[in-house]
């Protein structure tokens, strides 16, 4: 699951800085405010990738997937791009999960 979870949070970190450039030029935002919020969240992006087997990890995952979709309010192209990664977020999640249990099987057998 970690790396399903890593490669999509690693996509969204260039996804959520190409948005913050959109937002900067489209938007009356400062570009202080913008890069103070699309920084936090390209360091959330990163961060959690490292911490992915730790409790409340995937939880703060999904939290980062509404706040991508939220940020549509001020690039619109977010609300379809947020779409897309949540749902390989949850794709990431729920495969990685069954590829997981399949490989302690895997183990489990060859161990026996």
């Not at 959330?44 to 509404?66: D, E, K, M, N, Y």
């Not at 309010?73 to 495969?95: D, E, K, R, T």
Request: aromatic share 10%; proline share 2%; glycine share 12%.
């Amino acid at each position: 699951m970690r790396t399903l979870c890593a490669s999509t949070l690693i996509g969204e970190f260039f996804v959520i800085g190409f948005a913050g450039l959109v937002a900067m030029r489209t938007s009356d935002l400062s570009a202080g405010l913008v890069w103070t919020v699309s920084g936090t969240a390209m360091v959330l992006c990163l961060a959690l990738a490292g911490v992915l087997s730790r409790p409340g990890a995937v939880g703060t995952g999904w939290a980062l997937q509404v706040a991508l979709i939220a940020s549509g309010v001020v690039v619109p192209m977010m609300f379809f791009l947020g779409a897309v990664f949540a749902g390989l977020w949850w794709a990431s999640v729920h495969y990685g999960r069954k590829i997981d249990e399949a490989k302690a099987r895997h183990a489990a057998n060859a161990a026996a």
